[in-house]
């Protein structure tokens, strides 16, 4: 299948691309996850994009949405957003426990990253994910 979705990364006032460094601190099973997560959701169109591998958040996480997997025991929330035609913004990765995020403010860090990625475009680069 072609891939249809670009994945941005949220890249920190310092230049680091903080997606990547919290892929390369994951164990190999975390990543091989992660990427069949990516490679699913970037060769599907944006209603296929359901819950499983994805959902829409809500209440205090409102225009954000969670790709979802779980790996080593634990349930993994890289979370992003949508950005203009067929681009899925990553902007932190947390985790789910007891139904709510791990770090605590999750929702509250994500909405401020996907601010300074609308309003600069140093907050962002292209992922460097192999999805095909």
């Known amino acids: 299948m072609a891939v249809l979705w670009t994945?941005?990364?949220?890249?920190?006032?310092?230049?680091?691309?903080?997606?990547?460094?919290?892929?390369?601190?994951?164990?190999?099973?975390?990543?091989?996850?992660?990427?069949?997560?990516?490679?699913?959701l970037a060769q599907r169109e944006r209603a296929e994009w359901k819950r499983e591998p994805f959902d829409i958040l809500h209440d205090e996480c409102e225009g954000l949405g969670e790709?979802?997997?779980?790996?080593?025991?634990?349930?993994?929330?890289?979370?992003?957003?949508?950005?203009?035609?067929?681009?899925f913004t990553l902007v932190l990765c947390a985790e789910e426990k007891g139904n709510k995020f791990v770090p605590k403010k999750a929702c509250e860090i994500a909405l401020r990253r996907k601010a300074e990625v609308l309003n600069s475009q140093e907050r962002w680069h292209v992922c460097t994910f192999d999805l095909e």
């Open 7 to 40: 994945f941005r990364c949220y890249v920190s006032t310092r230049g680091i691309d903080e997606i990547r460094t919290w892929y390369d601190d994951q164990s190999a099973t975390v990543r091989a996850k992660f990427d069949s997560r990516l490679k699913f």
């Open 67 to 87: 790709i979802r997997f779980k790996a080593d025991g634990v349930q993994h929330r890289p979370l992003g957003f949508f950005n203009g035609e067929k681009i």
